[in-house]
């Protein structure tokens, strides 16, 4: 694996391999019956296109596909991911035997185009508060079965990682808090399990953050807050908490609500409103 960015926890090669297989059982079934009508033995080279202007992610997963239907293929990259692609540029040029070459095409842009359809989102939100000491941060709203993934591709796009899951940080929202009875309560709870994780309290006025503040809590989520509230709440904390704004983020807003001085911003967008970079593999045989 060749990729420059640190993966998340839990991903590494041998996880890669098994979703890319995984992706690859879903279109092959019990075989790639086109493909069996060409020469068991004919050697092909093709070339994979970008169209658009992109942020180049996945790289391992379009090798993993490929690897495990032939691993002798060979892929000799142009394009590192996290790296900026401009329309008509050759990603990589991939040779080896035409059945597995065609066999996998589908299932390796799949993957490739739809974590560069996520990197080139982020870094589109990552440029748009470019020299504000601001984080943009993703959630927990992933395609399903592909969250390591895109959690990855946030990254390469300039992205901050939340918390993976429910298991790596303890968020304590509205719910929890009717549970336990009071800010202070949920607060203290967290601390009382002793895990080391992140305690985070979402909270929805100023008054809220007052008490969240009391109650000691390390970072406050500000929900929905507008950007006069934003900016109340940053002078409201001087500090003692990390202050993090989300609701609602879009390109056309996270730049002023970045310039009210909260440490980072969420943006389901990052990964929910995903749109696949238009990619193209044009292949040579003989």
């Known amino acids: 694996m060749s ?5 998340p926890a839990g991903l590494d090669a041998a996880l890669i391999r098994e979703q890319a297989r995984a ?6 079934g019990g075989g ?3 493909a069996a009508l060409l020469p068991a033995d004919q050697q092909a080279r093709a070339e994979l296109i970008t169209r658009e202007s992109a942020v180049l992610c996945g790289r391992d997963w379009f090798e993993a596909v490929f690897h495990a239907l032939d691993p002798a293929i060979v892929i000799d990259w142009e394009a590192a991911d996290g790296e900026r692609v401009a329309p008509g540029q050759r990603l990589c040029v ?6 597995a070459l065609l066999t996998g095409e589908r299932t390796a842009m799949n993957l490739l185009q739809t974590l560069s359809g996520t990197a080139t989102r982020t870094r589109r939100f990552a440029d748009a508060v470019a020299g504000l000491p601001v984080a943009v941060l993703d959630t927990r709203k992933t395609l399903p079965g592909l969250r390591l993934q895109q959690k990855y591709a946030v ?3 300039g992205g901050t990682n939340h918390r993976m899951g429910l298991h790596d940080a303890i968020l304590i929202k509205e719910n929890h808090i009717l549970a336990a009875g009071s800010i202070a309560a949920a607060v203290a709870a967290a601390r009382a399990l002793e895990t080391g994780l992140e305690i985070i309290v979402e909270v929805e006025s100023l008054a809220e953050l007052e008490q969240a503040l009391a109650a000691g809590a390390p970072t406050v989520l500000l929900d929905n807050f507008d950007n006069d509230q934003l900016r109340e709440a940053v002078a409201l904390s001087a500090g003692r908490a990390r202050l993090e704004a989300s609701g609602g983020v879009n390109l056309e807003t996270i730049r002023a609500i970045a310039e009210t001085g909260v440490d980072r911003i969420s943006v389901g967008a990052l990964t929910k409103d995903v749109t696949a970079v238009d990619l193209s593999m044009r292949l040579e045989v003989g």
């Open 3 to 7: 990729s420059p960015q640190s993966l």
């Open 94 to 99: 991939i040779t080896g035997p035409v059945r």
């Open 32 to 34: 790639d019956v086109t």
């Open 155 to 157: 990254r390469c796009g």
């Open 23 to 28: 992706a690859l059982a879903e279109d092959l």
